[in-house]
């Protein structure tokens, strides 16, 4: 399953992150062509957060918008990729952002990171 390796991979990251420590609180966001399952994500990430040393920290995922650039020159967020350009309705479009997934925010009690 994808999202299995990726949610371990998240783990892994977050667990160097802090040391080792527990967390109380870990929110990742997906990007909206990152071709991932928000719901099976979270799934994942419940179940290797405690195998990885983290707790139990309350997990929040989160879907992001893509950023595109169109050939027009107007940059926009969508969800949806099979919607053209708000401006001219094409469809010859630069990525920018929205493949990525990203631990935005983790929180162990005394620490904000
Ligand atoms: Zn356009």
Known sequence: MHEFTIARSICRAAAEHT???KIDFMRVEVGALAGVSVDALDFCLGEMAGEAGLGKPEIVVE??????????GKEYQTFELLEGCPSCGGFDREIISGMDITIKQIENGKERK
């Open 19 to 21: 040391g080792d420590a």
């Open 63 to 72: 879907e992001v918008p893509a950023v595109l650039k169109c050939s027009c």
